[in-house]
């Protein structure tokens, strides 16, 4: 059974910085095989591609609106994927889910293209 935790989530004021993590188990899951990715989905709203990363984290993409405030990274010993959040914007108001993808590509947009999903965490930008 694989399991990806987010956490690092909370209620932030404009302008702030967040960091969020996403650390991956299961015994027969090695995070290295799999490109990251970072969505979120804000109320009333679908979900959305936010950033991903590939398997050796030597390529990364951004969603345009978020390509100059946020930096994905992951590190395959701690099994984990990280989402350093800068200069936060009420927009950025959403659940943040992270999510793991077998693909050969490590660019993809599409909920359906990910095998393993998180819980989600909230991150409220609101003064």
């Known amino acids: 059974q694989v399991q990806l935790v987010e956490s690092g989530g909370g209620l932030v004021q404009p302008g702030d910085s967040l960091r969020l993590s996403c650390t991956a188990s299961?015994?027969?899951?090695?995070?290295?095989?799999?490109?990251m990715g970072w969505f979120r989905q804000a109320p009333g709203k679908e979900r959305e591609y936010v950033a991903g990363?590939?398997?050796?984290?030597?390529?990364?993409y951004y969603q345009d609106s978020v390509k100059d405030r946020f930096s994905i990274s992951r590190d395959n010993v701690a099994n984990t994927v990280y989402l350093e959040m800068n200069s936060l914007k009420p927009e950025d108001t959403a659940v943040y889910y992270c999510?793991?993808?077998?693909?050969?590509?490590?660019?993809?947009?599409?909920?359906?293209?990910?095998?393993?999903w998180g819980q989600g965490t909230q991150v409220t930008v609101s003064s």
């Open positions: 299961g015994r027969t899951f090695t995070f290295s095989r799999y490109n």
């Open positions: 990363i590939s398997r050796s984290g030597e390529n990364t």
């Open positions: 999510a793991a993808a077998s693909t050969l590509m490590a660019y993809r947009i599409r909920s359906s293209d990910y095998d393993f």
